[in-house]
């Protein structure tokens, strides 16, 4: 079946301007997560939901980054007022969400946001 | 907060030569870890999990990890390096409780295969 895709795969903005990301999870699973890929800072996570609502939010590195959740599919990570630091790749999974053995994460192929 | 320490941010072998790649983490519980592996411009792909069924995991592509509590490591090996190994390698370790498992990753090590 299909797995997790994203768009778009690559994003060039400038300094100031508002980007959104979106993230297709593989259907019928209930979690999903964001993480940011740095060269400074590695794969840090940024965001977790189960269904629509988004229990953890503690990753998300400042105001000017929210996440929001659809249908209990399709999320969307926005940046307002975008600074160079926030060039990166983010990456979007999803995970059956089933509790016990913990599940496994898919992972998208990214998006590569580069800001001038 | 749990870590991850992967010793080696590049890794280099010979083709056929064995593979040896070391993650160790801090965990004040029981943990879950996990090996992925992320080929150029492509997202990450789940190599191989420990949830504490085994302590010796075998994962896809020749790839295995021992789980060894009193070393708090999770090192991955691959008994003869193929030049299709060459790609970043991430161990993670899950954190959370219920439904959510966020990853913490080590920096990642990159290995690369001579001919």
């Known amino acids: 079946g299909a797995g997790v895709s994203q768009s778009p795969s690559n994003k060039v903005t400038e300094k100031g301007k508002d980007v959104e990301l979106r993230c297709d999870p593989i259907s019928g699973h209930t979690a999903l997560y964001w993480y940011r890929q740095s060269l400074g800072q590695g794969l840090e996570f940024l965001i977790y939901?189960?269904?629509?609502?988004?229990?953890?939010k503690s990753g998300l590195p400042s105001d000017r980054f929210s996440a929001e959740r659809t249908g209990g599919s399709v999320s969307t990570l926005t940046i307002q007022r975008t600074q160079q630091e926030d060039s990166a790749v983010y990456l979007c999974a999803s995970s059956a969400g089933t509790s016990g053995d913990t599940d496994t994460q898919y992972f998208g192929p990214g998006t590569r946001l580069t800001v001038l | 907060a749990q870590s991850v320490t992967q010793l080696g941010s590049h890794v280099s072998v010979s083709e056929g030569a064995l593979v040896l790649l070391r993650c160790n983490y801090s965990?004040?519980?029981?943990?879950?870890l996990f090996w992925y592996v992320q080929y150029p411009n492509q997202g990450l792909q789940l190599l191989l999990k420990?949830?504490?069924?085994?302590?010796l995991v075998k994962g896809i592509n020749g790839f295995e990890a021992e789980f060894k509590k009193s070393e708090t490591s999770f090192h991955l090996t691959k008994p003869s390096a193929h030049m299709s190994d060459a790609a970043e390698y991430f161990c993670?370790?899950?954190?959370?409780?219920?439904?959510?498992?966020?990853?913490?990753f080590g920096q990642g090590t990159r290995l690369t295969i001579n001919p």
């Open positions: 939901f189960q269904g629509n609502s988004a229990p953890d």
């Open positions: 420990y949830t504490s069924a085994a302590t």
């Open positions: 993670a370790v899950s954190e959370g409780s219920g439904g959510a498992q966020k990853l913490v």
């Open positions: 965990s004040s519980v029981p943990p879950y």
